[in-house]
């Protein structure tokens, strides 16, 4: 095993530790399809812990290179989770005013994440939940629209592209001789669209599955039941090949499993993903003796240390 506590890359900003996050084999949980590799990329490696840090950078940038997000203007959007982290993130780093809309019943952990790198949050009524959010970051933008950048990640084609110029070429650049499947769970569908469009262009075809909640009310977070949810514009069902639908208790089996065997403590969508990812490679291992998997690890589990309302019946 390789091992080495001298691997430095030297960077004047924050903002450049985004991407090149590591792929990294599951040896343990791979003995289940021994013919077939199974590898995660560790998105919570980014600086803001998850895979919507090369999505809201992005956003970021191209609004401040095109005019539209300057001195004058504070970026509003309307998330608690790992959007809101990320946003808060680099506007500090940019010198950019973040306000996040969440209802008022999110956890103390979520509010206190954002705050301390100087975000505004704005509470809205917690009976209505996050489209309540939403409705209220629409209102006050709708009344003082030269105060506010809204980079509505649901359909900004910049979320999407982050991952087609990044996570997907970093994984072609890794197994792009020999990965036959990619598996990502829809939340905005960012990850799975753009990603899939670059690997789709690759020379050898690769098979790209989105994973979904089976149920309308699950405990995968950040993960969207499409049939019971406004469905995001950038989202297209022809963007990938296959969905793979996944249980909560599955998803947070899975969690358990990454933590214990392969020292992985990672939130409930990666759980997903991961049995899903699975679960293709033991029929690959079973029908075709060999394969490649890679999977999206997309947070880290002590995220979830300090559940929400809902997810008060888990605890670790
Ligand atoms: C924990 C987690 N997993 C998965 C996703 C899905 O990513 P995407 O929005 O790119 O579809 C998100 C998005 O917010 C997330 O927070």
């Keep these: 095993m390789r091992s080495s506590l001298v691997r430095s890359r030297r960077m004047g900003s924050v903002v450049e530790a985004v991407g090149q996050t590591p792929l990294l084999r599951l040896r343990s949980v791979g003995r289940e399809a021994p013919s077939v590799e199974i590898y995660v990329k560790l998105e919570f490696a980014n600086p803001g812990g998850s895979v919507k840090d090369r999505a809201a950078l992005r956003m970021m940038t ?7 997000l300057g001195d004058d203007k504070t970026l509003i959007d309307s998330t608690s989770g790992n ?9 500090a780093a940019l010198g950019v005013k973040v306000a996040l809309v969440m209802p008022s019943n999110v956890s103390k952990a979520r509010k206190d994440i954002a705050r301390a790198f100087g975000t505004e949050v704005i509470f809205s009524d917690p009976m209505e939940g996050s489209d309540g959010a939403i409705r ?6 709708e009344a003082s629209p030269e105060r506010y950048y809204y980079p509505d990640q649901y359909s900004n084609p910049h979320n999407p592209l982050a991952h087609y110029h990044g ?4 994984i072609l ?17 960012g990850t799975i669209m753009g990603t899939s469009r670059r690997l789709r262009e690759h020379h050898r ?6 994973v ?24 297209s069902e022809a963007g990938y090949d296959e969905t793979f639908r996944v249980t909560t208790e599955d998803g947070w089996d899975m969690s358990d499993r990454l933590a214990r065997e392969e020292a992985l403590h990672v939130g409930h969508s990666t759980g997903a993903n991961v049995f899903a990812a699975l679960e293709i490679a033991k029929k690959l291992h079973r029908e075709q003796g060999g394969g490649c998997v890679v999977a999206i ?13 809902w997810e008060k019946k888990y605890l670790w």
Excluded at 173 to 189: K, M, P
Excluded at 297 to 309: E, I, L, V
């Design 62 to 68: 191209k609004a401040i290179e095109a005019g539209s």
């Design 83 to 91: 959007t809101g982290v990320a946003y808060s993130l680099f506007g």
């Design 136 to 141: 209220k970051v629409r209102e006050i933008v």
């Design 167 to 170: 996570t997907a070429a970093e």
């Design 173 to 189: 650049d890794a197994v792009g001789d020999r990965i036959t499947h990619f598996v990502a769970g829809i939340g905005t569908s």
């Design 205 to 210: 075809p690769i098979r790209c599955v989105a």
């Design 212 to 235: 979904e909640p089976t149920e309308a009310l699950h405990g995968l977070e950040g993960l969207k039941h499409l049939p019971s949810s406004l469905v995001p514009p950038i989202h």
């Design 297 to 309: 690890a997309c947070d880290r589990g002590d995220r979830y240390f300090a559940p929400m309302k």
